[in-house]
């Protein structure tokens, strides 16, 4: 592998940028001064550190965020603040992208990878992986909210979702368990039973639930297990 393409992969900059990087003396491969970006390097078996501080190259990377509201589950936004911008320097060339979406407004668990195979596997609808909501709602919560959201609701569009899951869980609090991850798709179903969603909230994927040391905007790696289970 090129050392520019390393170096940009862990976030150190872009080729102009490591060029310049490496001309300066800056950049070592196994404690000896490299400034020629271009040098081939093998991520497994060469130690390369920019300033003293050692690069650690993963190809692939899987990340758990707990996205907070007001950010887009995109990679780049002309107006607002997406969630790749939440992740430090080191994750910034690695052309992470989330894994499915969440509304603007909506909270909690988002995976984060740069695994194309990896992610189809979670959000193909023949997997069929259950997403866990908690929702805060306006409205008559209607006595056979469970039975309707068991039988399938059809949405405002004629689109028929595939049988849920759902129960009040408080005056004005609902959770639901869908399969499915179409457009505002939650929303949509309470709307059909005569609910508004005024905040919505995703606890878990699969057997993957959104760990509760995490604050809104902060991530960690995805454990080994946890990774394996969202390829099954």
């Known amino acids: 592998m090129r050392l520019d393409k390393l170096l940009g992969h862990t976030g150190w900059g872009t080729r102009k940028e490591l060029k310049e990087l490496c001309k300066s003396g800056q950049v070592t491969i196994n404690g000896d001064i490299c400034r020629d970006s271009g040098r081939k390097v093998d991520p497994q078996e060469d130690v390369v550190s920019v300033g003293g501080q050692v690069v650690s190259y993963e190809e692939y990377i899987y990340l758990m965020l707990y996205k907070p509201a007001g950010v887009v589950s995109a990679t780049e936004d002309n107006v607002s603040k997406t969630v790749i911008d939440l992740l430090p320097r080191q994750y910034q060339g690695s052309r992470l992208f989330p894994v499915g979406r969440l509304d603007k407004d909506t909270t909690g668990l988002l995976l984060l990878t740069n695994d194309g195979t990896w992610a189809h596997g979670i959000t193909s609808p023949k997997k069929h992986r259950a997403k866990h909501y908690q ?53 949509r179903m309470c709307a059909a039973v005569g609910l508004t969603v005024t905040k919505l909230h995703r606890s878990s994927i699969g057997q993957v639930a959104l760990d509760e040391r995490l604050q809104p905007g902060e991530f960690r790696p995805l454990t080994e297990d946890e990774r394996n289970s969202l390829s099954l």
């Open 135 to 187: 929702a805060v709602v306006e409205g008559h919560i209607p006595a056979d909210l469970g039975e309707r959201f068991a039988s399938g609701i059809v949405l405002d569009d004629g689109l028929h979702c595939l049988p849920a899951e759902a129960r009040q869980t408080g005056d004005h609090t609902i959770a639901v368990v869908v399969e499915e991850g179409k457009f505002h798709q939650v929303k």
